[in-house]
């Protein structure tokens, strides 16, 4: 039990979005990915494309990009979640809900793809920022000890 003492609570926190985004998209998998089937097209534009589409793939990568950020120190995932996240969500959302819900996918995008897009440029500016944030973490450590030797 005294292991779990020295965890930070950033990774207790990685957890808990991780599995809040994991349980949420599996939710809606299970319960809404037939939803419309007997129903009018109204529906299907009003609910599917709208809310269910940009909602599960999103999920879907976010749970990815949480997962990894749990093999990284704390303090990057604690800088991550305060700078990094918060404004390329933000940013997604309004581009999603900038998209109109009866787009055709021809030469624009869907909600969906848009949510896609948003989530796959998250994973790639967290990628970015953790690489950076590790190797100057290195870079400091190795002055260090070669400051202290």
Not at 20 to 43: G, H, K, Q, R, V
Not at 71 to 86: G, N, Q, S, T
Not at 91 to 99: G, H, N
């Amino acid at each position: 039990m005294n292991y779990l003492k020295k965890i930070n609570i950033y990774k207790y926190l990685n957890v808990i979005l991780l599995l809040f985004t994991a349980n949420a998209t599996l939710y809606l998998n299970y319960n809404y990915s037939n939803y419309c089937l007997d129903e009018d097209i109204y529906c299907y534009y009003n609910f599917y494309d709208k809310v269910y589409d940009p909602l599960y793939f999103s999920g879907f990568i976010l749970s990815v990009i949480l997962g990894g950020l749990l093999l990284v120190p704390a303090h990057i995932f604690r800088k991550w979640l305060f700078y990094v996240a918060p404004l390329v969500i933000i940013a997604t959302y309004f581009l999603v809900i900038d998209i109109s819900v009866y787009s055709s996918n021809v030469m624009q995008f869907t909600r969906a793809n848009m949510a896609q897009l948003g989530m796959y440029f998250l994973g790639a500016v967290t990628f970015m920022f953790v690489w950076v944030h590790l190797f100057l973490d290195w870079r400091q450590k190795t002055k260090r000890s070669v400051k202290n030797s």
